[in-house]
């Protein structure tokens, strides 16, 4: 599906004057932020494609510990910005993931256990609503289209900047593991183990299958918002034969979210 053309605003300005166009005209429009998802349609149109990547900023305000970001922005780039400060949001868990998307969605990241999901973390939006009119939506201001936004996507509007929570972040202690057959049973045995028996909110594991080279694959992500695990914790899947793509140590959250190799569909999207 392609659009009959693509805008590139700048400023929230930019899209307001965007949106009284489309609107006057009656024209279809699709929103694209990091560009992540593979899912036919998710940003496609036959009409006027608005690319958000020119808000490509992040700002940390120390003050008072929040951040505001570009929904132009994938989370990769967002990390790397504040680990200077040594603090972190939340955000998505493997690379290349859109800021917009993730966070209109809900967006479970590495922290959630701990902190909620991304959409909880938000304290404010600047929006630009349909008719054109720019909007600063909180609690206080606009509690009804604040609360829309929590899973809303793009439905009552275009955000042009989300101020969240800054977290604090330390070094993290995480890795990733390959599993090959025939290992896959005792693989999922140890993931029903620790679904079910894990109380430490520090940690996570993502398990995915995978296909590399035309070989399935049974893969596990290692996280614990910490430099250090406590030493049973992750024990039983490191007594399992795998292939360490990204050996399971202390590290920084960008190195772990930044080794799965997701990077695959890269310009695909």
Not at 88 to 95: A, F, L
Not at 105 to 116: A, H
Request: glycine content about 10%; some cysteine.
């Amino acid at each position: 599906m392609y659009p009959i053309c693509s805008v590139e605003p700048a400023t929230a300005s930019d899209v307001a004057i965007i949106m009284k166009i489309l609107r006057e005209k009656r024209v279809p429009f699709a929103v694209k932020g990091g560009g992540h998802s593979f899912n036919p349609g998710f940003s496609s149109t036959r009409g006027v494609h608005i690319y958000m990547r020119r808000f490509s900023k992040t700002t940390f305000y120390p003050n008072n510990q929040t951040v505001d970001i570009g929904p132009g922005l994938i989370w990769d780039d967002v990390y790397k910005a504040l680990e200077p400060y040594n603090v972190s949001v939340i955000g998505g868990r493997i690379t290349g993931v859109g800021v917009g998307g993730f966070t209109l969605g809900g967006g479970y990241g590495w922290k959630s256990n701990q902190y909620g999901l991304a959409i909880d973390n938000v304290f404010e939006y600047q929006l630009v609503t349909p008719n054109g009119t720019i909007v600063y939506v909180n609690n206080q201001s606009y509690h009804d289209i604040f609360f829309g936004l929590k899973g809303g996507f793009n439905n009552f509007g275009i955000v042009t900047n989300f101020n969240v929570r800054a977290l604090p972040q330390t070094l993290i202690y995480g890795g990733i593991l390959i599993y090959f057959q025939p290992d896959f049973d005792s693989v999922l045995a140890a993931v029903v183990n620790f679904q079910n028996n894990n109380a430490d909110p520090k940690a996570q594991i993502l398990c995915n299958f995978l296909a590399l080279i035309g070989v399935p694959t049974l893969n596990i992500v290692i996280f614990y918002d910490a430099p250090t695990a406590p030493e049973s914790l992750f024990q039983e899947f490191l007594n399992i034969t795998s292939f360490p793509l990204l050996p399971v140590q202390t590290r920084s959250q960008l190195s772990l979210v930044q080794g799965l190799p997701t990077a695959v569909g890269a310009n695909m999207r």
